[in-house]
């Protein structure tokens, strides 16, 4: 079966730091990955999106970047993080396909002091 | 451009109780998929339920059932005999059908507490 591992669990960073999250999914070969953050007590808004190594589409336009160095791996970062980039990371996964639903790796909270 | 509506921010309701969630959306596509999705206390999202735009059959999964509606552009989901582990926030979401665009897009979220 597959999982998806997303670490760490929970991450607290001075405001100028760099950040590196990462995700990795078992169990399937060439899956759509997906990162999306979650502000407090409010809504999933997708970052970044990628449908093969390489290749990433990005949503918003923000100070974060995304990467997908191996077909399952998809790595979160910023060179210089600022206060506003606190909140709920989640990474998901997804099969090709219109129809495939969107599984979720237990996300990453992050604090920016 | 698409959109979900989940008017009810939370809802509070005595365990045993039935509860329904409203999932309005808006959609210019003829294909489309609509999503419900759990967010535990945890905080990892759980897939719960796909229904395609082609299929309006009521689906029932246990004290799960959800109700779509296209004429009313609707996908409600109850929750019937409430336990306190339904406790979460619950989130709608539509995708369209289009190859290679995997866009999700989510309501904001219903808030349900289960009170014992």
Redesign the interface.
Known sequence: SQTIHQWPATLVQPVGSPLSLECTVEGTSNPNLYWYRQAAGRGLQLLFYSVGIGQISSEVPQNLSASRPQDRQFILSSKKLLLSDSGFYLCAWSGVGGSQPQHFGDGTRLSIL | AQKVTQAQTEISVVEKEDVTLDCVYETRDT?Y?L?W?KQPP??????LI?R?SFDEQNEISGRYSWNFQKSTSSFNFTITASQVVDSAVY?CAL??????A???V????TRLTINP
Do not use: A, D, H, M
């Open positions: 294909t998929y999503f999705y945890s905080g990892e999202l759980v897939f796909r395609n989130f995708k369209p059908f289009i190859q290679g995997q866009k999700l989510f309501g904001q979220g």
